[in-house]
C-alpha cells in the first residue's frame, strides 16, 4: 500500500520560508518523478514543482513560473523523502500542498500523478 504523508505546513507571514517534507512508503522511490501540487480555496489544484529520478537532458526538476527562483524541491531517496522549501512566501501562497508521485518517464507540469498525500495547510498572513 503507498502512502505519502506530507509534513511541514503552518501558518507564517508574508517574507517568511517554510519547509514541506513528504513521507513515502510501499513504492520504489528511486523510480518515481515526486511532485507538490497546491489547492487554494476557491481554486483548482495546480502543480507547484516536480522531481524526476532520471534526466534526459540534464534536467530534473521543474516549477511552476510563479514560484520559480523562491521554491526548491529536492528528494533524498535514501530516507524516501521529497522536500518543499519555500522562501519570500507570498499572500498568494496560501493552500492545501500536496505531495505526489508520478510512475512516470517525462518530467512535465502535466504530469498525472498515480498516488496523492492527504495534503498540508500553508497559511500566509501579512
Known amino acids: 500500500q503507498v502512502q505519502l504523508v506530507e509534513s511541514g505546513g503552518g501558518v507564517v507571514q508574508a517574507g517568511d520560508s517554510l519547509r514541506l517534507s513528504c513521507a513515502a512508503s510501499g513504492l520504489t522511490f528511486d523510480r518515481y518523478i515526486m511532485a507538490w501540487f497546491r489547492q487554494a480555496p476557491g481554486k483548482e489544484r495546480e502543480f507547484v514543482a516536480a522531481d524526476s529520478w532520471i534526466s534526459w537532458d540534464g534536467t530534473r526538476t521543474t516549477y511552476q513560473d510563479s514560484v520559480k527562483g523562491r521554491f526548491t524541491i529536492s528528494r533524498d531517496n535514501d530516507k524516501n523523502t521529497v522536500y518543499l522549501q519555500m522562501n519570500s512566501l507570498q499572500l498568494e501562497d496560501t493552500a492545501v500542498y500536496y505531495c505526489?508521485?508520478?510512475?512516470?518517464?517525462?518530467?512535465?507540469?502535466?504530469?498525472?500523478?498515480?498516488?496523492w498525500g492527504q495534503g498540508t495547510q500553508v497559511t500566509v498572513s501579512s
Open positions: 505526489a508521485a508520478a510512475n512516470s518517464l517525462y518530467l512535465s507540469s502535466s504530469l498525472k500523478p498515480d498516488y
